[in-house]
């Protein structure tokens, strides 16, 4: 299935045109931007569609509006309001670091020659390296050579491109060992999801101090706002920003964790001058 993906992923790819202002002559600069993603950074949103892309934090902080969902402010246009910006999100769903560390599969994010690009990848990498209840030094050792070399064929084939990593949020809050009680037996396999994302997330902060990226911290911005008020976290906080309730188990968002996301990373672009 992931091939035809792929494949689909190219063609879109190839006849997409970047979202922007029909008109650029009107401004003193371009701000070209890229997203590189799995599902999340697609647009998955549980609340309207848990298999399609729908409305997700890359469509809000485009500007866009979604049913009864207005056009988000401030967005990325509204934060650079002298700046043509224009936006291409490469995001694949089902897509992982490892698929993402090719310089053919990069190409197109290349051939875009964005000014930013935003990263946001790894968490299917996780959700496979867990399945069989561990991940041991070999994988998390690849996971952050797979971060390595997408910025090295980043850094490599483009010039002066500010590169911007995000990391993951823990859906059980910290609580994943609570999923070893029999009453949650079909989820017993994540039941060290808690530690392995704070391992996953620590390689992604470092990379990013140690090559110079921005970082946005999604971890702590969602914590106690999971599936944790259902796992024995006291300090649950609202909104949720995942599906309720946990029988309905689902890794995306809703609409309220996709805002989160977009105002993080809106915050972090901000920081960001032509």
Known sequence: MLIFAVLAWLFVCCSRTPEGSSDAAVYNF??????IGDSISEGINPVYSKYSPTYGWVHMING???????????????????????LSNFA????TASLWNNIYFLQPVIDFDPDIVIVFIGGND??????????DDSEQAELSNNFCGILDILTNNLTNTKIVLVDYYDLAD?????LTNPYYSSYSY???????????????????????????????????????????????LTPIYVY?????????????????????????????TN
Request: aromatic residues 12%.
């Open 30 to 35: 371009t701000n070209r931007v890229s997203v």
């Open 64 to 86: 866009k509006s979604y049913s009864t969902n207005t056009a988000p402010y401030p967005n990325i246009h509204s934060i650079w309001p002298e700046t043509w910006v224009v």
């Open 92 to 95: 694949l769903s089902g897509s």
């Open 126 to 135: 996780v959700l496979y390296y867990i399945n069989d209840g561990v991940i």
């Open 174 to 178: 910290g609580y994943s060992m609570t």
């Open 190 to 236: 994540y039941s060290n999801l808690s530690a392995y994302v704070a391992l996953a997330n620590s390689s992604i902060s470092n990379i990013a101090l140690e090559r110079g990226c921005y970082f946005v911290d999604i971890y702590k911005r969602f914590m106690h706002h999971c599936y944790g008020k259902y796992l024995g976290d006291t300090g649950s």
């Open 244 to 272: 309720e309730p946990i029988e309905d188990f689902d890794i995306h968002p809703v609409t309220a964790g996709h805002r989160k996301i977009c105002d993080e990373v809106l915050a972090t672009l901000k920081n960001i």
